[in-house]
Structures are given as C-alpha cells and as structure tokens.
C-alpha cells in the first residue's frame, strides 16, 4: 500500500527525471545546431592575416568595454604558430562539455589569429574569485595539452578598462 509521502517522492522523481530528459534534449539539439555552423568555418590554422574568432553565450558582448563585463576577465594564452586550431577546437570541445566544472562562469573564448603567434582567451564572470580563475587555468592547461614554455597571464576587464591598448596588470602563471 502506498503512502502519500510514497507518492510524493515518487512525483517528485519522476519531476526530475522529465527535467533532466528535458535539458538534455535542450543540450543535443544546441550541440547539433553548433556543430552544423562549425562544420562549415575555416580553421583558424588555416586563416592569414589577423582574423579573431568568439564564442559566447547568448547575450554576453565579446567586449570589456560592454558593461555586463566591468567585475569580468579573462586568461590570455600565447600559441606558436601552428596550434591554434588544435587548442581552439580542445577548448570548443571542454566548453560543450562543461569540463571546467565551474558552473555559469565561463562566458566564451576568443581566438585571435596574428602574424606572429596566435592567441586564445577564455573569458570567466568573476575576476575577483581566486579559487574559480585557478580552476579554470588548471583546466586550460588539461585540456589544451599546452608546452610546458606556454605564457598565460590572467587581466581582469577592469585592467583592460583602465589601460586601453596594453595589456595592462597581469597575473602570470
């Protein structure tokens, strides 16, 4: 015989379980939809000149400037010639797939292709939350398989703000 906190539980579950399908449907179809517009980008290994690529979540500016990004930044990684593609796509890859585990702090990468190096930078919500900027650096460094002679420095957008330009205060890792 069933009780009523028996069937409320099993409300409750089932509640959940219909979410969980639901976000997960949600999931496959943005990942099917990314993946059709991707399949057709030039890499950036392939680009010549200095061209710059973002990905962000719907309603976040890829600028500093913007003023939902003022307590913002972002770690800045310098590439040899040659690894932006690879980096790029391993970084696309471990945002899809939340592997930073820091819930809705990422807000999106950029990928700036220069004549001299290349450049990637993944932007967070929270430049003043240390624990959550290390994580993320320590992620990076995971899943983009860096060279161990690799520069990452992390600028708050606040920097970026006060010293147009530059690169301003950094922390370097």
């Not at 976040?60 to 040899?80: F, H, Q, S, V, Y």
């Not at 001299?116 to 939350?129: G, L, P, Y």
């Amino acid at each position: 015989m069933m009780t009523v906190g028996t069937m409320i539980r099993m409300k409750k579950t089932a509640h959940r379980k219909m979410v969980r399908r639901k976000k997960q449907n949600e999931t496959r179809v943005r990942a099917a939809q990314f993946w059709r517009f991707y399949s057709h980008m030039v890499r950036p290994g392939d680009l010549t000149g200095h061209s710059d690529f973002h990905l962000f979540k719907e309603g976040i500016k890829p600028m500093w400037e913007d003023d939902a990004n003022k307590n913002r930044g972002k770690w800045i990684i310098r590439l040899r010639k040659g690894l932006a593609t690879r980096c790029w796509e391993n970084l696309i890859l471990a945002m899809l797939g939340e592997q930073f585990m820091v819930g809705e702090e990422i807000c999106g990468a950029v990928v700036s292709v220069q004549f001299q190096e290349d450049i990637i930078s993944i932007w967070n919500k929270t430049a003043s939350d240390q624990a959550t900027i290390a994580l993320i650096r320590d992620t990076l460094w995971r899943v983009l398989n860096l060279p161990p002679n690799t520069i990452m420095e992390y600028k708050t957008h606040t920097d970026s703000n006060k010293m147009p330009g530059s690169l301003g205060p950094q922390s370097h890792w």
